[in-house]
């Protein structure tokens, strides 16, 4: 069965040269951001993703896209990238720059996982708040 083992939103993330990932500044399911009005804007922001149950797979399928919860949202197209068949596990990571949210409130990340027998959708919601 095809799934996430885990999403994780946060500031930086790279591959180290033995394949494992290093992620700075995690984030919870609120994001905080300074005091002030208008939109908030982030400089750096990453989607981690490991996705599981891929073993036979040689081609799995990606996409993913940030919303507010209650404005639906067509999603871009899918990403393919190619896949170890022997491996269990494919590491995502999606580094996006100036993110801006209109206001504090809910925000939902959908994420998608398709191999050439399934796909999953998966939605990660998390609060931005100002402190």
């Known amino acids: 069965m095809i799934g996430f083992r885990a999403i994780l939103l946060c500031d ?6 033995d394949g494992s990932l290093s992620l700075a500044h995690v984030y919870n399911d609120r994001l905080f951001a300074p005091p002030g009005d208008g939109p908030i804007t982030v400089a750096a ?6 996705a599981r149950g891929l073993r036979g797979a040689e081609r799995v399928g990606f996409r993913h896209h940030l919303r ?4 639906p949202q067509e999603p871009p197209p899918f990403a393919y ?6 491996s269990d596990e494919h590491n995502f990571l999606f580094e996006h720059e100036h993110v801006v949210f209109s206001s504090t409130g809910v925000y939902v990340l959908e994420l998608e996982l398709a191999t050439a027998d399934l796909a999953i959708t998966e939605l990660f919601a998390f609060t931005v708040e100002r402190r």
């Open 81 to 86: 990238h190619d896949h170890d068949p022997l």
């Open 12 to 17: 930086a993330a790279r591959v180290e040269p």
């Open 68 to 71: 507010a919860h209650d404005v």
């Open 45 to 50: 922001f990453v989607v981690a993703a490991i």
